[in-house]
Nanobody, 125 residues
Framework: VQLQASGGGLVQSGGSLRLACTAS????????MAWYRQALGKQRELVAL????????????SYADSVKGRFAISGDNAKSAAYLQMNNLKSEDTAVYYC???????????????WGQGTQVTVSS
């Protein structure tokens, strides 16, 4: 299973971007999906997580304090996809953003962690 992240780019402070993460094949069962980010010289950190994804609009979400009220994660179970709407972006949001999925490919597979390749988000002040 490959995770493809897209939607990154260069945006001015205060602007918005929407990241998308899609799996290369349908996942039988998803435990949770998340977005992490890693700024230059810093450790990778969890930005937002969604679990118990139901349909294309439901799920339980949690966020890093630094993005609460500005970012929104959503998921689509049928598409094995997750999205991150980022509003009011700040220069400190500049980082490579990685998508993550924990799930089972089939009903007889083990639970496994999958990572996307990362997409660069650069916020200019």
């Amino acid at each position: 299973v490959q995770l493809q992240a897209s939607g990154g780019g260069l945006v001015q402070s205060g602007g918005s971007l929407r990241l998308a993460c899609t799996a290369s094949e349908s996942i039988f069962s998803i435990n949770d999906m998340a977005w992490y980010r890693q700024a230059l010289g810093k450790q990778r950190e969890l930005v937002a997580l969604i679990s118990s994804i139901t349909g294309s609009s439901g799920g339980s979400t949690s966020y890093a304090d630094s993005v609460k009220g500005r970012f929104a994660i959503s998921g689509d179970n049928a598409k094995s996809a997750a999205y991150l709407q980022m509003n009011n972006l700040k220069s400190e949001d500049t980082a490579v953003y990685y998508c993550y999925l924990n799930g089972r490919r089939t009903s007889w597979s083990n639970w496994k962690d999958y990572w996307g390749q990362g997409t660069q988000v650069t916020v200019s002040s």
